[in-house]
């Protein structure tokens, strides 16, 4: 069926919906993976989110129950250029669109997601709505601007024009809550603790749960860990009272700043206990030092994202997934020193405490999708944590 995105400044573009039939409305965000469809949509980073896919076909590899980042889909919604209906591949289980289906989360195709990105990247992660075209916006073009009334010239043929249909829903796509100063960690954490791995394992880590993605357990597990999995909302003293050897700070979606709970527990854990910290567990980990974050422009989110180690001239490609950062200029030296530069746009991509054994990255080591060039931090951790026994 016939179905469109608006977004708050009036940018619309149309398309044909597949899987849920229902509205959805949040932050649009892209993602330049070239394949990790199933991965994105169930990363709980991605709440409250519509996210845009840069590769040009989606859905041809189909989903499966073992590469999924959390136990359902996430993001608010889906937008393609192409997607393919019939999977071709010997691990798909079922269909992409019968995934979302169940999760009742619409998906928007055909849309030319090239011109959306671009403007996105220029306007910045706006607000937007995903719904049923209206019956009289058929005559629309595959896209356009929506004019305030008096300011258009009625003629549908025109890129910029007055449509009080629209209109309508470009108020609701500016009711959409700002990211900015909204906690959704509290919403995706887990609400009871869970453990991996072995019990006789050589290390125990507690792992905070923010929005963790699945693979990080599957990173830690791997080499030997036992992993127990907590709600973000536990105090120090609960972790500390499990006997962990180490303590992981997970991803997870929102502002890093409403997180004073978080934030205070790790700021009582430092000294006392090795921390990694992931991406918002990077930013929390940040705010605990002393520091501040702020919101970028249109984020960061990929698999190809090039970042120096400063402290070993190495560089990385990484996968990312985060609207926001921490701000350099507000982070003390004498606490904390910078180990990681965006070389995109030299925004602050790892931190280490200099007289804790903490560190914390801004991408995601454990990738998934994404390459692997950062699973060396997995090592690096799980030796702070032997050298801490």
């Given at each position: ?34 394949t990790g469809y199933q991965e994105i949509l169930t990363d709980p980073s991605y709440v409250g989110q519509i996210v845009v ?144 791995g072995e019990s006789s394992a050589k290390c125990h880590v507690v792992c905070l749960d923010f929005g963790i993605k699945l ?175």
């Open positions: 069926m016939n179905g469109i995105l608006v977004l708050e400044d009036g940018h619309f573009y149309r398309g044909e919906l597949f899987a849920a039939d229902v509205q959805a409305a949040g932050e649009v965000v892209f993602n330049t993976s070239p896919l840069t590769t040009s076909h989606v859905g041809n590899y189909g989903v499966n129950a073992d590469d999924a980042e959390s136990s359902r889909t996430r993001t608010a919604g889906l937008i393609v250029r192409d997607y393919h209906p019939v999977p071709s591949n010997w691990r798909s289980d079922r269909k992409l669109a019968d995934s979302l289906a169940d999760a009742n989360v619409p998906a928007l195709s055909g849309v030319d997601t090239r011109a959306l990105v671009l403007h996105t990247r220029k306007a910045g992660a706006l607000r937007g709505v995903m719904t049923r075209l209206p019956e009289s916006c058929i005559r629309l073009p595959l896209a356009g601007t929506v004019l305030a009334p008096g300011r258009g010239t009625g003629e549908h043929t025109d890129a910029a024009f007055y449509h009080p249909d629209l209109l309508q829903i470009v108020e609701q796509a500016k009711a959409v809550t700002s990211m900015v100063g909204l906690d959704l960690a509290s919403r995706v954490t887990c609400r009871e603790s869970w453990t991996a693979n990080i357990v599957r990173q830690l597990v791997a080499l030997g860990c036992r992993v127990t999995t907590v709600p973000a909302s536990t105090s120090a003293g609960d972790i500390l009272a499990l006997g962990p050897d180490g303590v992981l700070l997970s991803n997870g979606p929102g502002d890093p700043e409403p997180l004073t709970g978080p934030i205070e527990t790790i700021r009582t854990l430092l000294g006392k206990v090795p921390i990694f910290g992931i991406c918002l567990g990077h930013q929390l980990f940040g705010l605990a030092c002393g520091g501040k974050t702020y919101k970028l422009k249109f984020g960061h989110r990929g698999g190809n994202h090039p970042v120096r180690d400063g402290e070993s001239g190495r560089v990385e490609i990484t996968a990312q997934n985060h609207g926001f950062a921490v701000h350099a200029p507000s982070l003390d030296g004498r606490v904390v020193t910078v180990t990681h530069i965006n070389l995109n746009d030299d925004t602050v991509e790892g931190l280490r405490h200099r007289r804790h054994p903490a560190f914390s990255v801004q991408f995601h080591p454990e990738a998934s999708p994404g390459p692997h060039d950062s699973h060396h931090l997995f090592r690096r951790f799980v030796e702070l944590m032997q050298r801490g026994r």
